[in-house]
């Protein structure tokens, strides 16, 4: 018996999928979502060329282990300050997606901006969806020739630049420009550039839709994030069907049908081409295409819109909506608790960090009549962007001092490290105890931290 008469049956484990053509369309959210794409495009383009104080505002120096934003340099001891901003927009979208479903991945995702700046370049080279499909399946001639030429020229161009404008917020972007245009710059800036470069057209150009529905992996778990009262994109079902064609103006309630023409129009622009009509579906971005669409089609039938429209299905359930509810509540008070803490890390965050370590090599010396000597290392860090003074004392024993130098001056930016010795008198300095260094600014500009450390001395045996 071979495997056919036992009733096998195989199949391909890879599907190819078939490439997305996504019309044009115009309304409200398309003009909302074309005016996303500037803007963020605009940011993240001008955002390496932005400067404060002379310097450039927005730059991640990973060599020199800074990160600047605007008038604030964030220091590696400053890490905490990274991970709340990744735990607030962790939150952010639970929260958003709780209340308006996927908004983030319509028009906000990079992956959506950046494919709907490919595709806007693909409609204006080869044309409307028609004209690119019969392009497509066409033979090869000197029109389809020039036309894909051009596509792939303005798309190499814009992803080269895009790799370069990324590899600004980590190389100053001047210098950057100066040494790609002499061919003077690093290997590794060339390959960083041709990398994300390559990343932005093949993800934009190329894979567009099949990331979102086959490698993002918010796509697999949003559905945890949504309940009965998610804002989500969906298609009245009691209104619009039973579908069925019919000419402009007429009733449809004379010929048993709903709303719905079945033009598949809302299809035809989608952009991970799914049918909202059948239902809430992981791969719909939520960028309401097929609501304009839709829109468009019942302005001309002189139906109310709405066939296709953000509701909830308690709203096409005919039931009351609910905007406070636990998930709301729960994501909006960490939300608002993070910000708060955020917040008020960042203002009560100090310029200047003191730490003091204690040489381990010999526990103490005793020097005769100054005392009990303990050996530091004091090491400063000047977060500011301009040099300060500093006057350095010790407290926490009876008649304790610092012997060596206690006056420094350390550049803006910058670490001072000094090597310092500690006494106490005879009759104090008895077992471990605990002292603290404090570190004052006199150049007036009233700064003071403060850092514990021990000091050794005979036991009281």
């Not at 803007?39 to 450039?56: A, E, I, K, N, S």
Request: proline share 4%; net charge positive; hydrophobic share 40%.
């Amino acid at each position: 018996m071979n495997d056919e008469s036992a009733g096998y049956q195989y199949g391909n484990l890879y599907r190819s999928e078939s490439k997305v053509y996504p019309r044009e369309v115009k309304g409200r959210f398309a003009t909302l979502r074309r005016l996303a794409m500037f803007v963020l495009l605009g940011m993240f383009y001008g955002g390496p060329w932005l400067t404060w104080d002379g310097r450039q505002a927005l730059l991640f120096d990973l060599p020199a282990r800074k990160f600047y934003i605007w008038g604030m340099t964030l220091w590696p001891q400053d890490f905490i300050y990274l991970a709340l901003l990744l735990i607030i927009l962790a939150v952010s979208l639970f929260f958003f997606t709780a209340l308006a479903g996927r908004l983030w991945c319509g028009f906000a995702c990079p992956q959506t901006v950046w494919s709907e700046a490919f595709t806007w370049i693909e409609m204006a080279i080869e044309g409307g969806r028609n004209k690119r499909i019969k392009l497509d399946q066409g033979p090869w001639t000197w029109q389809k020739i020039w036309k894909k030429s051009a596509k792939q020229i303005c798309w190499i161009s814009l992803a080269l630049f895009t790799g370069y404008s990324f590899v600004g917020y980590f190389v100053d972007v001047r210098t950057l420009t100066s040494e790609l245009l002499t061919f003077s710059a690093g290997p590794w800036a060339y390959f960083w550039v041709l990398f994300y470069g390559f990343a932005t057209y093949g993800n934009a150009g190329f894979m567009r839709e099949q990331v979102c529905k086959y490698m993002c992996p918010y796509a697999r778990f949003q559905g945890a994030m949504f309940d009965h009262d998610t804002m989500i994109i969906s298609y009245d079902a009691e209104r619009g069907e039973p579908r069925g064609a019919r000419k402009k103006g007429s009733d449809p309630g004379k010929k048993g049908l709903g709303d719905c023409i079945d033009c598949t129009i809302c299809v035809q622009v989608c952009p991970t081409g799914i049918d909202i009509r059948e239902g809430l579906q992981y791969e719909c971005i939520a960028c309401a295409a097929c609501i304009d669409a839709c829109d468009t089609v019942m302005d001309k039938m002189q139906y109310p819109r709405g066939l296709i429209r953000y509701s909830t299905e308690r709203a096409l359930e005919h039931k009351q909506y609910h905007l406070l509810r636990p998930r709301t509540i729960v994501y909006s008070g960490i939300l608002s608790l993070l910000v708060i803490a955020m917040i008020s890390a960042v203002t009560l965050r100090k310029p200047v960090i003191l730490d003091v370590i204690r040489d381990r090599n010999t526990l103490y010396r005793d020097v005769g009549r100054q005392g009990i000597e303990n050996s530091y290392t004091v090491r400063v860090v000047n977060k500011h962007n301009i040099d300060h003074d500093y006057s350095l004392s010790v407290s926490g024993i009876d008649g304790i001092r610092i012997r060596s130098a206690s006056e420094l001056s350390v550049a803006g930016e910058s670490v001072f490290s000094l090597p310092i010795s500690v006494t106490a008198p005879h009759q104090s300095a008895v077992g471990g105890q605990v002292i603290e260094f404090t570190l004052t600014t006199t150049d007036g500009s009233n700064i003071t931290v403060s850092e514990e450390s021990r000091f050794r001395g005979p036991s009281g045996d």
